[in-house]
């Protein structure tokens, strides 16, 4: 009888065992693939739509009569948190018209493109970095070509660039880019190859220079 209880627990316990083995396996093959999915299935089931809570809002929310021109005090543009709309980036000539959000995580990336805070913000006279998942609002962003514009309409003011150039490298190559320049140079970002899911070493880098839009006064380094 004891050996009868021994073998009906073997029968029971190896199926489990190997079958704990082979989740966990298939988990290690495909985790690379899981995050990015992730965020796809998160973008979808938004609807690609922010979902604000009280601690982050919309201050874009397609105002119109922005200037395109002039001076703005610093004083004069509201304060932003983590996960702000402010804006739009549209490049017309590839089809790209998406939300930017303020900052770069995940939960900013899941509802459009982020700007970095380790940059400025347009018109304050120092690059402006913007991070994008490829899908699904660059995808198109290996399109460009050097000579188009890149719109960037945002809560206090419309500011356009010209596209100079193209890269691509590694995304731990510091080197694609310098956030010290005392210069207003646009630098859009995304996973390259731009075509398939999971996790990618390169990135493609679109740099552009300020054509127009106004210029932010006061203490702008705060």
Not at 194 to 218: N, T
Request: proline share 5%.
């Amino acid at each position: 009888m004891h050996k009868k209880i021994i073998k009906i627990m073997v029968w029971l316990i190896l199926p489990l065992f190997f079958l704990v083995i082979g989740y966990g396996l298939m988990y290690i093959v495909a985790q690379p693939y899981i995050r990015p999915l992730a965020s796809i299935y998160h973008m979808v089931a938004q609807n690609q739509a922010p979902d604000f809570s009280n601690e982050t809002k919309d201050l874009y929310a397609n105002k119109t009569g922005l200037p395109e021109s002039g001076e703005i005090s610093i004083k004069d543009i509201p304060s932003v948190v983590i996960n702000d709309t402010i804006g739009r980036v549209i490049v017309e000539d590839v089809g790209i018209d998406v939300p930017l959000i303020y900052g770069s995580n995940e939960d900013c990336l899941y509802v459009g493109v982020g700007l970095r805070v380790q940059s400025k913000k347009p018109g304050y006279g120092k690059p402006v970095m913007i991070a994008g998942h490829t899908i699904p609002y660059f995808k198109n962003l290996g399109n460009v070509e050097i000579g188009q514009v890149i719109c960037i309409k945002t809560y206090y003011g419309i500011f356009k660039y010209r596209i100079t150039g193209t890269r691509v490298a590694n995304a731990s190559d510091t080197s694609a880019y310098d956030l010290t320049q005392n210069k207003e140079q646009l630098i859009l970002f995304t996973c390259y190859p731009l075509d398939g899911v999971g996790e990618k070493e390169d990135r493609l880098f679109v740099y552009a220079d300020k054509i127009s839009g106004p210029i932010v006064v006061g203490d702008t380094d705060e």
